[in-house]
């Protein structure tokens, strides 16, 4: 909040475009975007998007329970098939929480997602509303190039560290790929309760626990 509209804001570009990722599957990356969306779309003066930029393996409807994997979203809005994007976000449950599912899958969705359309719309999405924060929930950053040029279009990254098991060397390579511009933050995910009390974080598998985190 404080690099997308507090004091910091002026020195990072796209700052209220923000990347959810971990340099590996399974260190709970999506899990985490959900929660923070929720947590950012309890703030009064806040809205939120939340983009499933993770096109290769959509799961946010999966997660949130809505009927939205399959439905056209991101990919399609980049292939021309729907005439604004605004066709492809969708309303929740939650009055200040909408969804941009990734779309149809598609052979070429690197090319689509490194596109003159989709640097665009990042453009529009950073702009257009004053008080809305853009979480994109993208595919882990080791050997996937749809994390990388993502990146590139966005102001802050937030990476998902799995306590005991995600390797710093695996962080370390991950993170000197992205858009070196970002401000770049870490969320400890699955630690064991008290293990970070000092910093009060750490949290565990249900949303309660962690929205409070």
């Known amino acids: 909040i404080h690099n997308a509209f507090g004091p910091a804001a002026p020195h990072h570009e796209n700052g209220n475009l923000v990347m ?3 340099s590996r599957p399974s260190e709970g990356k999506t899990f985490t ?5 929720l947590s950012l779309a309890s703030e009064k003066d806040k809205t939120v998007l939340l983009v499933d930029a993770d096109v290769l393996k959509p799961s946010i409807g999966k997660v949130l329970d809505l009927d939205v994997d399959n439905k056209p979203g991101l990919i399609d809005f980049l292939l021309g098939d729907v005439g ?7 309303q929740t449950s939650i009055p200040n929480l909408r969804i941009l599912p990734a779309g ?10 490194a596109s003159d359309k989709m640097a665009l719309l990042t453009k ?3 702009t257009r509303y ?10 882990p950053m080791l050997g996937v190039e749809e994390t990388i040029t993502v990146s590139k279009l966005l102001g802050q990254a937030m990476i998902v560290v799995e306590h005991g098991k995600t390797k710093m060397a695996d962080v370390e390579h991950a993170i000197s790929e992205l858009n070196k511009n970002m401000a770049i933050g ?3 995910n699955k630690a064991m309760q008290g293990a970070y009390s000092q910093y009060e ?3 565990g598998n249900d949303y309660n626990k962690e929205s409070q985190s």
């Open 33 to 37: 975007s959900v929660n923070l969306a």
């Open 201 to 203: 974080y750490g949290y």
């Open 186 to 188: 870490f969320i400890v």
């Open 84 to 90: 604004s994007v605004s066709e492809v976000i969708y």
């Open 20 to 22: 959810v990722s971990s």
């Open 130 to 139: 004053s008080d809305r924060v853009v979480l994109f929930d993208c595919p």
């Open 104 to 113: 149809t899958s598609h052979h070429l969705s690197n090319e689509l997602l």
């Open 124 to 126: 529009e999405l950073a």
